[in-house]
T-cell receptor, first 111, second 112 residues
Framework: EDQVTQSPEALRLQEGESSSLNCSYT??????LFWYRQDPGKGPEFLFT???AGEEKEKERLKATLTKKESFLHITAPKPEDSATYLC????????????FGKGTRLSVIA | GAVVSQHPSRVICKSGTSVKIECRSL??????MFWYRQFPKQSLMLMAT?????????EQGVEKDKFLINHASLTLSTLTVTSAHPEDSSFYIC????????FGSGTRLTVV
């Protein structure tokens, strides 16, 4: 069975305190790994897609990396506005198939 | 970028009535749309997959007669919660493929 596990479940950081969120996956075949940000009462907002081991993508204070078993979302010098739930999801099959989601990491950045 | 519009954002309905939620892709054609349900502090749970012009495929445990999905065009899918009960209260989110996986802003349904 395809599985996506995110850790930690919740993370509390001081403003400026860099850290990483983990997404490990066990799937039959990875077509793509997605990171989303979700604010309370909103739908997921797309951040990154990674397709192959060794790939990295950056956007402002966020950097996503991918290995054959896991992905990391690195947050550098976070600000309070980075507080949100970060969701990791994988596409296992080709074509228009649904993503398999992890349970998310709730990030709180304290000023 | 790809935009998916979902309406309404919030709805309160009486027990026993039906509620329709719309999901539109604004700037692309969505061959496939997905409907999710999300409980507080939980991740997204896939309810069904709909392809334009064909019947939706429901996940195990999802009642197809209660959650009616129509995907009549390449830009519009609707979810109708029929004979709603308080236990149907939840956050419903749609997603469309066409330009990656784009999500709507969600609908908070409260059944009283």
């Amino acid at each position: 069975e395809d599985q996506v596990t995110q850790s930690p479940e919740a993370l509390r950081l001081q403003e400026g305190e860099s850290s990483s969120l983990n997404c490990s996956y066990t799937v039959s075949g990875l077509r793509g790994l997605f990171w989303y940000r979700q604010d309370p009462g909103k739908g997921p907002e797309f951040l990154f897609t990674l397709y192959s081991a060794g790939e990295e993508k950056e956007k402002e204070r966020l950097k996503a990396t991918l290995t054959k078993k896991e992905s990391f979302l690195h947050i550098t010098a976070p600000k309070p506005e980075d507080s949100a739930t970060y969701l990791c999801a994988v596409q296992v099959h080709s074509g228009n198939t649904p993503l398999v989601f992890g349970k998310g990491t709730r990030l709180s950045v304290i000023a | 970028g790809a935009v998916v519009s979902q309406h309404p954002s919030r709805v309160i309905c009486k027990s026993g009535t039906s509620v329709k939620i719309e999901c539109r892709s604004l700037d692309f054609q969505a061959t496939t749309m997905f409907w999710y349900r999300q409980f507080p502090k939980q991740s997204l749970m896939l309810m069904a997959t709909s392809n334009e012009g064909s019947k939706a495929t429901y996940e195990q445990g999802v009642e197809k007669d209660k959650f009616l999905i129509n995907h009549a065009s390449l830009t519009l899918s609707t979810l109708t919660v029929t004979s709603a009960h308080p236990e149907d209260s939840s956050f419903y989110i749609c997603s469309a493929t066409g330009r990656g996986y784009t999500f709507g802003s969600g609908t908070r349904l409260t059944v009283v």
